[in-house]
């Protein structure tokens, strides 16, 4: 079974900067994309950012589109965000996601256990 593994979260003052990480706990067959939704308190889940598997495609929320960049690892089952400029509206669970597909076509998808980011005033 794939489990995604992530780390980087943390307490950063606004106009700070986080780093978070997201690793496959191994190598999956067909990615078809990576990315990050977050989850507030009282507010639905949001997509923050996607990234295709040859990382030539991204997607990036309104809210974020120029603070925020989505990368992959060398590795390719890897998956970074770098947060900029960090604003307390961005506190929130960040759960990063993989989509893929079996060596038989099936669709796959799975998620992280989540990291807290909280932007302090």
């Known amino acids: 079974q794939v489990q995604l593994v992530e780390s980087g979260g943390g307490l950063v003052q606004a106009g700070g900067s986080l780093r978070l990480s997201c690793a496959a706990s191994r190598i999956i067959f067909s990615i078809d994309d990576m990315g990050w939704y977050r989850q507030a308190p009282g507010k639905q889940r949001e997509l923050v950012a996607a990234i295709t598997n040859g990382g030539g495609t991204t997607n990036y929320a309104d809210s974020v589109q120029g603070r925020f960049a989505i990368s992959r690892g060398n590795a390719k089952n890897t998956v970074y965000l770098e947060m900029n400029d960090l604003k307390p509206e961005d506190t929130a669970v960040y759960y990063c996601?993989?989509?893929?597909?079996?060596?038989?076509?099936?669709?796959?998808?799975?998620w992280g256990q989540g990291t807290q980011v909280t932007v302090s005033s």
């Open positions: 996601y993989l989509r893929g597909r079996t060596n038989m076509r099936k669709e796959v998808e799975y």
